[in-house]
C-alpha cells in the first residue's frame, strides 16, 4: 500500500524546512527530518542535459545573469550555489535526493512544468528514478499541469498522482476542484479553497486530499480531523505536533539510518 493511502494524515515538509534552509536542498530536507517530517514535497525540474533536478524556480542566477533553468547544464549547476537572504546551497538531482534518504524516504513529488528538448522527458525521469529506486509505494507526484500526470501514468500505470490547483485554476461550474486526469485519485487545494464541503465531496468520490500551505497548527489539526492525506507545511515542528495530538500517530521517517 502507497505511505500517503493510510487513514493517518502525513506530517510533509513543504520543500523541506524552508525557514531554516534553503528550500529544496540536502540542508532543508534534513531539518525538516530532524523536526519529524513524515515526508517532503519537492520540486522537480529538467536541465539542460535531461536531467531531474530539484528546483521550485523556471529561472537561476548564473553569475549575474538569471536565465531559464532549462537552457542550464548541471556541471554549471554544481558548481553555482544558490544565494537567498541568509542562506546558500546547491540544487540537488532527484537521483541523489533519493539515494540520500534511501528506502526510509517519503516523498511528494511535485512536476514543474517547462520547456525541454523532448516533450514527456521530466515525466519519464521521474517514473524510472521511482521504478529503479524501488519508490513507488512511496511516493505521490503532484503537479498543476494535467498533461504531465497524463503522461507519467501513460510510462507508469503504478504511480499515484495528485493534482494540485489555487485559484486560478478553472473550475466546472458546481465542481470544487477541476477535471481530473484519468487515473488521478487525489486533489491538492491551496489552503484559500479549502471548505468543509470540498472535504464532503472528495470523501464521497474517493479522493485523497493534500493541502498546502499550511503553518497553523489549530488549522493542521482542524484538517486532520477531517481526514486529509497529508499537510505540508513550511514548519513541521509546529504543526506536526498538533496534527499528531489529534490522530495519535507518531510515524516520523527515519531517514538518517536508510541513507546510501
Request: charge should be neutral; proline fraction near 7%; include cysteine.
Amino acid at each position: 500500500m502507497n505511505f500517503f493511502n493510510a487513514s493517518v494524515t502525513r506530517v510533509v515538509g513543504h520543500r523541506g524546512s524552508p525557514t531554516k534552509a534553503l528550500e529544496n536542498t540536502f540542508d532543508s530536507f534534513d531539518r525538516a527530518e530532524a523536526d519529524g517530517a513524515d515526508a517532503f514535497e519537492l520540486d522537480v525540474r529538467l536541465t539542460l542535459d535531461g536531467e531531474a533536478v530539484v528546483h521550485h524556480d523556471a529561472e537561476f542566477v548564473l553569475g549575474s545573469r538569471r536565465v531559464p533553468l532549462a537552457t542550464v547544464t548541471m556541471p554549471e549547476l554544481r558548481e553555482t550555489p544558490i544565494v537567498r537572504g541568509e542562506f546558500r546551497g546547491f540544487a540537488p538531482t532527484l537521483r541523489d535526493v533519493f539515494l540520500r534518504y534511501g528506502p526510509a524516504g517519503r516523498y511528494l513529488v511535485e512536476l514543474k512544468p517547462g520547456p525541454a528538448q523532448r516533450p514527456g522527458l521530466l515525466e519519464f525521469r521521474v517514473a524510472a528514478l521511482l521504478v529503479q529506486l524501488a519508490l513507488l509505494e512511496k511516493a505521490v507526484v503532484l503537479s498543476f499541469s494535467m498533461d504531465a500526470l497524463r503522461r507519467i501514468r501513460e510510462i507508469e500505470p503504478r504511480i499515484q498522482t495528485c493534482l494540485n490547483f489555487d485559484g486560478t485554476a478553472h473550475r466546472p461550474e458546481g465542481r470544487l476542484w477541476p477535471d481530473l486526469p484519468k487515473g488521478c485519485a487525489a486533489i491538492g487545494p491551496n489552503l484559500a479553497l479549502i471548505s468543509d464541503a470540498l472535504f464532503s465531496r472528495a470523501k464521497a468520490e474517493g479522493l485523497a486530499v493534500h493541502v498546502w500551505t499550511v503553518n497553523d497548527p489549530a488549522l493542521a489539526a482542524h484538517l486532520a480531523r477531517q481526514g486529509v492525506a497529508s499537510v505540508i507545511s513550511d514548519n513541521v515542528a509546529v504543526t506536526g505536533p498538533a496534527i499528531r495530538e489529534v490522530t495519535g500517530a507518531r510515524l516520523p521517517l527515519d531517514l538518517l539510518a536508510g541513507r546510501a
